[in-house]
């Protein structure tokens, strides 16, 4: 069974910065795109950044130049690193693993992980 499980989240004040971590596990097959959501309290689950297996990476216009993904295939793991942090980025934040058998495909997530901003 596939897990994803995330590490690295805390409390930060505004302009630090925190490395978020995502260990996938329980499969030999590498993900084909790994990716990072963030879901602030009564908001929806919005898309922070994805990163394909040829390592091309996809940013949300408000963490462009602050945040960067990055993957280890060999590890199956995948990180975010983050940047002059802001109390907007405040929220849970979520890996995620799209795995393709032919044209279905198969999503896990992660519990989340919290990342607090203070200002």
């Known amino acids: 069974q596939v897990q994803l499980v995330e590490s690295g989240g805390g409390l930060v004040q505004a302009g630090g910065s925190l490395r978020l971590s995502c260990a996938a596990s329980g499969t030999a097959f590498s993900f084909n795109t790994m990716g990072w959501y963030r879901q602030a309290p009564g908001k929806q689950r919005d898309l922070v950044a994805t990163i394909t297996s040829g390592v091309s990476a996809d940013y949300a216009d408000s963490v462009k130049g602050r945040f960067t993904i990055s993957r280890d295939n060999a590890k199956n793991m995948v990180y975010l690193q983050m940047d002059s942090l802001k109390p907007e980025d405040t929220a849970v934040y979520f890996c995620?693993?799209?795995?393709?058998?032919?044209?279905?495909?198969?999503?896990?997530w992660g519990q989340g992980t919290q990342v607090t901003v203070s200002s």
């Open positions: 995620k693993a799209v795995r393709y058998s032919g044209v279905f495909p198969y999503i896990y």
